[in-house]
């Protein structure tokens, strides 16, 4: 956010001074506002871990202003967004989306300010899509607004974007008491940044895009950056336990490619990573038919296969690391926009289970309703009746921490610590700290992903009315 | 020889046209027919690029039950090249900024975008999506997508008298196996080669749907724009207005007017 700040500080700084004003008055006149409510409820199947309610309720207010001069070939837009939540705060939360101004010549284009970007092809996941940071507290796909200068060129050759990324956003987390959070909250207020990440860093990065033929379009990418995923420590307090998230540089390539013919979709999308902490690679390939005009009725019918791979398996941060994934989706083609999507994702290696189900419909022409579904069927639950001997010694055998890593050497001072405070007889009290032992057992337990994220089965009913 | 170069929904108003001077010799009603629209197509060449907002008014029965407000723009391609054309919707309001991209080919399926603004996505879209519902009116994505001559085959059947002028009637035939017809009946005036009427025939060869056209305007001296459309689908019931307004030709759009970077910024 400093950085959205240190714009606006900027911006009314160019406003005072006159001249600045001529400048920028083409920003301010002959725009039109338009602007979105919407209201969002959640019912929670079980009541939260840690006592958390069972309902919940949000609003989001977004607004939209835009304007356009010098003959459409300069555009600003400018969209502020805010989402109140009303059991956890730190859901609660203002982002500028959008505040970008775009310049138009003639095979070029110029965008300037905070703006937000997609790259991809597949559904389930996008690998390549790094530029934004996601808003995880808000939804699936949302993202946080970027500040940069993106300079887009049309060439023969295909569509070349470059990217100057002017500051990083720190990814949002639900807090003590929302709901869809880990057993132990992460500490948004402490991120820690390694030596080549800074929170000041200017990233960069390039996109080519083209068609290879008739059917096949291709995307090249490369990011040089702090990674928008986070890795966790722990902070060792048993009073206060909190995971730190810790920010790494990264270099990335990318690929991107869509293979389009008659109803089939051939996806994929790749990712070869870089950072300081690890190397791997990453990839999605999906394959998509569509059925239009089902048994002679207007309904459309897209059944979707992604199998996702990540090198690193159990290790990497997220739970798509060797997972099939089935969606199908129904398009009704009728004045209402009416659309049905369902989701199952599969981890063979580890039985997770995941359904999700989606309904979209304009009720009037100016509110919509979403409704939303997500249960996990399956979850490999870690054991919970060990001792706190045993939570140690996995810990301490635990792949996360390598022999020589910073946190193995913090988790090694943090038992010596205990036992010479309380001496070792600690270590067999099961009273003494083994549910702080055990919720970090479980988020070290790589292969069980899932189950980090605790019983939160959920319906979501949106309702968003434009205006 | 071009293409019908007109953007989606305005080629479909232009599919209304044209006819060619009568042969000394005997021709067949294939020829004819043929002839028919390929003049009807000559006669619609050179319009360079042209702007126009539409309306769609969708109704079932007995009232209108809901609006949608479009802007398109269109560019005649050169040489061998398809037109290009770019729709933007302005409401419903939660559509508001998506945008379709379309690149006309002669000889192979037509290039089509969808950028949907929430997501700052853009999809590529199937072709064979053609007979399906456009937005949920009455209209197909076939109806309001560009159409070059060599999408049908023609037969001329007769001459005949339609609202006090004298047309010819011809049936075409898409060539497309995923046209949602079979065949299309359509009446072409001949002094301006419009088409005032044409008659859809399902894939089970019923009449499915109707579409007349209405308050032709000629622009630059030589292009007739319908500035209505009514589009009735007789099994259902349901109908849908389509009006045309501040059509402008020559407005100096560029190809780069009609790329995926233009598309994203469309309004």
């Not at chain 1, 206060?240 to 389009?260: A, C, S, T, W």
């Not at chain 1, 409704?371 to 996995?394: F, K």
Request: proline share 3%; glycine share 8%; with cysteine.
């Amino acid at each position: 956010m400093k950085n959205v700040f240190l714009g606006v500080l900027l911006a009314s700084f160019l406003m005072a001074s006159s001249h600045a004003n001529a400048v920028l008055e083409p920003f301010f006149e002959g725009g039109e506002w338009t602007a979105e409510t919407g209201l969002e409820y959640r019912y929670f199947k079980d009541p939260g871990e840690f006592g958390q309610s069972q309902h919940a309720v949000a609003l989001r207010l977004s607004a939209e202003y835009y304007t356009s001069w010098n003959d459409g070939l300069d555009l600003f837009t400018f969209r502020p967004y805010l989402l109140l939540d009303y059991q956890d705060s730190d859901r609660t939360h203002f982002d500028i989306r959008e505040a970008l101004w775009i310049h138009v010549g003639d095979d070029w284009e110029l965008r300037s300010g905070i703006s937000r970007v997609f790259w991809g092809k597949t559904e389930f996941i996008n690998l390549v899509d790094v530029i934004n940071q996601d808003d995880l507290v808000d939804g699936d796909d949302e993202k946080l607004g970027q500040p940069m200068v993106n300079l887009s060129l049309v060439h023969d050759w295909g569509i070349f974007d470059f990217y100057l990324l002017l500051g990083f956003r720190e990814r949002t987390f639900p807090g003590p008491d929302g709901r869809l959070r880990t057993p132990i909250p992460v500490d948004t207020d402490n991120p820690e940044y390694s030596r080549e990440a800074g929170q000041r860093d200017i990233d960069w990065a390039v996109r080519w895009q083209r068609p290879l033929n008739d059917y096949v379009e291709m995307g090249l990418s490369l990011f040089s950056g702090v990674d928008r995923e986070p890795w966790y420590s722990f902070n060792f307090d048993l009073n206060n336990p909190m995971l730190i998230p810790n920010y790494h540089h990264k270099d990335q390539v990318g690929l991107e490619l869509e293979y389009l013919y008659e109803g089939w979709a051939v996806k994929f999308e790749a990712i070869g990573v870089r950072s300081e902490r690890e190397h791997y690679w990453a990839a999605v390939t999906g394959v998509e038919y569509s059925f239009y005009g089902i048994m002679g009725t207007d309904l459309d019918f897209t059944l979707i296969n992604e199998f996702m791979k990540d090198s690193r398996d159990d290790l990497a941060p997220g739970y798509l690391e060797h997972d099939f994934g089935v969606g199908g989706r129904f398009s009704f083609n009728d004045e209402f926009d009416t659309t049905m999507q369902g989701g199952f994702l599969w981890d063979p290696d580890t039985e997770e289970k995941v359904l999700s189900f989606e309904f979209e419909r304009r009720l009037y022409s100016d509110l919509k309703i979403e409704i939303q579904a997500v249960t996990v069927l399956e979850r490999g639950t870690p054991p919970v009746d060990d001792t706190n001997v045993e939570i140690i010694s996995d810990l301490l055998q635990s792949q996360l921490f390598g022999d020589d890593s910073v946190t193995y050497n913090q988790v090694v001072d943090f038992l010596l610590g205990l036992i010479e405070e309380d001496g070792i007889g600690i270590l067999f009290d099961p009273e003494y700290g083994l549910n702080v032992l055990q919720q970090f057992q479980k988020l070290s337990d790589t292969s069980r992903k899932i189950s980090v994220i605790e019983s939160d089965d959920y319906v979501q009913v949106k309702l968003t009315y434009y205006y | 020889m071009s293409n019908i170069k007109n953007n989606k929904l305005i080629a479909f108003f232009i599919a209304c046209s044209i006819f060619a001077t009568a042969p000394l010799h005997a021709e067949t009603p294939e020829e004819k027919g043929y002839k028919i629209y390929k003049e009807a197509e000559d006669r619609d060449e050179g319009f360079v690029d042209n702007q126009a907002e539409m309306l769609m008014i969708l109704k079932n029965k007995q009232e209108a039950t809901s609006e949608r407000e479009m802007s398109v723009k269109a560019l005649e391609g050169k040489g061998d090249e398809g037109d290009m054309s770019l729709m933007v919707f302005l409401s419903p309001r939660d559509q508001k900024g998506t945008a379709l991209l379309t690149h006309q080919h002669k000889n192979r399926d037509d290039d089509q975008w969808l950028y949907l603004p929430a997501l700052k996505r853009v999809k590529k879209i199937a072709s064979s999506k053609k007979s399906g519902p456009f937005m949920g009116s009455e209209f197909s994505f076939e109806d309001i997508g560009g159409q070059s001559i060599e999408d049908y085959t023609y037969k001329y059947l007769r001459d005949e008298t339609y609202e006090g002028q004298d047309c010819f009637v011809v049936e075409s035939y898409p060539v497309d196996k995923n046209s949602g017809y079979t065949r299309i009946v359509s009446w072409v005036d001949k002094e301006h080669y419009r088409t005032l009427k044409s008659e859809f025939y399902d894939r089970k060869n019923s009449h499915l749907k109707t579409l007349t056209t209405d308050g032709f305007k000629q622009y630059e001296g030589k292009f007739w724009r319908p500035s209505e459309l009514l589009m009735v689908n007789h099994q259902t019931g349901r109908s849908t207005v389509l009006k045309q307004t501040n059509i402008a030709f020559k407005t100096g759009l560029s190809e780069s007017d009609f790329n995926k970077n233009s598309l994203k910024r469309a309004r």
